[in-house]
């Protein structure tokens, strides 16, 4: 891209607002417009299941323009891109307005997905999405003391089921799994489930609506296990959708998000750059297949890392490489995630409160629950486990060489010995102040979250992995997600 050049960024959130910011720090002096379907410039989407739903904060409360600088962008909000045309290089929007644009990036995340059969008509079936849906929420609850109802055991459900306990509500989470947010490992389903019951939240596992009825003051459900619950609202929290509709015809595979290269260029597209939930890539810190990644943390990143790319081109752009991590607090609790546990074939207990997930006998991914602390060491100790492999975009031939010097191989610790040597907790230079900034100010710090370990890590964590020799140059940790 080159100054004077059109940069359309489809999608206003975090995504589309720290991709913006990204191309202004790098320069970028060309114009910049921004598409959102909301009415409302970005804003902390986390706190519509929290203090919004709550009422402890009113919508001009989680609004992020306080923390970034004059951008210099053409906001078109509430607008909905109808139409992409990838040849000609142009976005289509209502009422036959298009854009032409040099570069585009593509940031349009998810909307919550249909539960079928549900009565969606009714107003006190509700889903979780934006300031308008906590809002709506929050006057089903104000019209009736009946009880609320959550159906989804996933991050959402529960972080609306702790919401609701907050506030002295009565709630009921009904799910399909044995265990809420099972799968993030035992530990973490356990304890989930024990603060549930410490709050007198009520559970509905295993279960699933048998029929709905709705009535004038109450919406009651008919539960597989033979249940009747009555509610005054009921959310549906039962698992996203890419927003990609926008693209059919295009030319681009939108058959799960959309497909990218490790860059983030959609394949097909040299001028398209996807961030955020949308994003389907491969991440080669572990393996050549294209996922995608529905966490904050990784849209902030994925978003300037795309960003960076357009700038820069596809032959001269890098792979995004993060290393995954999300994070929730549910009643004072602290959640956390790191790498990818949805590739393991078994759990290993690593320290009290904390699960590692297995694949091919490697660390791919760590749970924690209530363990803040140790969680940074076992975070840092991934990272050195799983390092981002060296990108080198034209390697040269190989020189001729009379013998090759044999190489010796790196013995990790075996999965025996990483269970029977577990410590209780990390005694390193932990920096607290350093550790809020990271987990709780969010979009409070304007600038990239590039690497956490390196400064919060003053001596090697004494556990089993110590014994492994590790590469003195070891490449930092990368900026990564947990679910918010």
């Not at 992409?84 to 998810?110: F, K, Q």
């Not at 750059?273 to 994003?279: E, P």
């Not at 209780?424 to 990271?438: I, K, N």
């Amino acid at each position: 891209m080159a100054d004077g050049d059109r940069i359309v960024i489809v999608g206003a959130g975090v995504a589309g607002l720290r991709a913006a910011e990204r191309l202004r720090e790098q320069n970028f002096d060309g114009e910049i417009v921004l598409i959102g379907d909301e009415a409302r410039r970005p804003y902390h989407r986390p706190m519509v299941s929290k203090a919004l739903v709550m009422g402890t904060e009113r919508p001009s409360d989680v609004g992020l323009s306080h923390y970034l600088p004059d951008l210099d962008v053409h906001w078109r909000l509430g607008a909905r891109v109808t139409h992409l045309d990838t040849t000609e290089r142009v976005v289509h929007l209502p009422g036959g307005e298009s854009l032409w644009y040099d570069g585009l990036i593509a940031a349009t995340g998810v909307y919550p997905r249909h539960l079928p059969g549900s009565p969606r008509h009714d107003p006190r079936v509700r889903i979780l999405r934006t300031v308008e849906d906590s809002m709506a929420v929050r006057r089903c609850l104000h019209a009736s003391k009946k009880p609320a109802v959550v159906i989804g055991a996933g991050l959402i459900g529960n972080e609306f089921a702790a919401s609701m306990r907050h506030i002295g509500r009565d709630v009921t989470l009904v799910g399909h799994a044995k265990a809420p947010l099972h799968r993030f490992g035992d530990r973490v389903s356990s304890g989930i489930v024990e603060a549930h019951h410490e709050h007198r939240a009520k559970l509905a596992m295993k279960s699933e609506v048998r029929h709905w009825i709705s009535t004038k003051d109450t919406v009651g459900l008919h539960l597989t296990n033979n249940q009747l619950l009555v509610a005054s609202v009921v959310v549906l929290a039962i698992g996203s959708v890419p927003s990609v509709d926008w693209m059919r015809g295009s030319g681009l595979d939108i058959s799960d998000g959309v497909l990218c290269d490790s860059k983030l260029f959609a394949e097909g597209a040299s001028d398209v750059v996807i961030a955020g939930d949308i994003a389907r890539w491969p991440n080669l810190r572990f393996d050549e297949t294209p996922r995608r990644v529905e966490h904050w943390i990784n849209a902030v990143e994925s978003a300037r890392h795309a960003a960076d790319n357009l700038l820069m081109g596809q032959s001269s752009a890098k792979p995004f490489t993060p290393l995954p991590r999300a994070w929730s607090t549910l009643y004072d609790t602290r959640l956390q995630m790191c790498g990818m546990p949805s590739l393991a074939e078994d759990t290993v207990t690593l320290a009290d409160g904390i699960t590692g997930f297995i694949r091919d006998g490697r660390l791919v991914g760590i749970s924690a629950w209530d363990k803040p602390r140790a969680m940074l060491d076992w975070m840092a100790e991934l990272d050195r486990r799983l390092p981002a492999p060296e990108y080198v975009p034209e390697p040269e031939p190989a020189p001729a060489v009379a013998a090759e010097t044999p190489q010796v191989p790196v013995v990790e610790p075996s999965l025996a010995a990483l269970a029977a040597d577990v410590p209780t907790e990390f005694e390193s230079g932990f920096d607290a102040q350093a550790f809020e900034r990271e987990f709780e100010s969010e979009f409070a710090n304007n600038i990239p979250t590039t690497a956490f370990a390196a400064q919060s890590l003053a001596a090697p964590p004494t556990t089993a992995f110590a014994a492994q020799s590790l590469p003195v140059d070891a490449p930092p940790t990368m900026a990564i997600p947990m679910g918010r």
